[in-house]
């Protein structure tokens, strides 16, 4: 399902997670967790100066914001470009937002280059 399509999680799943988050992320709070309980999500990863790099994006669903989730990424189909990383899932709804946020902006299905970093386990 494309982000566009998504429809706004019920109130029960959004308030646990409230507290967690602060002015305009709250509004898309309701799509993110939509988008979060769909349990993966395909995109393209934005390259300047180049091609955009599929990739789908897997992990495990929970109804705690303080529990760990397994978050998988494979990049243009290939095993070796898969990566994963575990956070907490108030943190990986935090990034999800912002993949929403990116959406309404430029009409692309990317996450931020703080979650790549995150991911690739870049220093910054």
């Known amino acids: 399902m494309s982000i566009e399509k998504l429809q706004p999680a019920d109130k029960g799943a959004v308030g646990v997670y409230m507290p967690y988050y602060q002015g305009n992320k709250r509004t898309l709070l309701p799509l993110a967790i939509s988008l979060y309980q769909q349990g993966s999500l395909e995109g393209q990863r934005q390259i300047e100066g180049g ?74």
């Open 51 to 124: 091609d955009s790099i599929p990739f789908v994006a897997t992990w495990y669903v929970s109804k705690l914001p303080s529990e760990l989730t397994r978050c998988r990424f494979q990049f243009d189909g290939n095993a070796e470009l898969s990566y994963e990383i575990m956070m907490a899932n108030s943190e990986f709804i935090n990034y999800l937002i912002e993949v929403i946020m990116h959406f309404k902006r430029s009409r692309a299905t990317d996450f931020s280059q703080t979650f790549y970093r995150k991911l690739l386990r870049i220093e910054e």
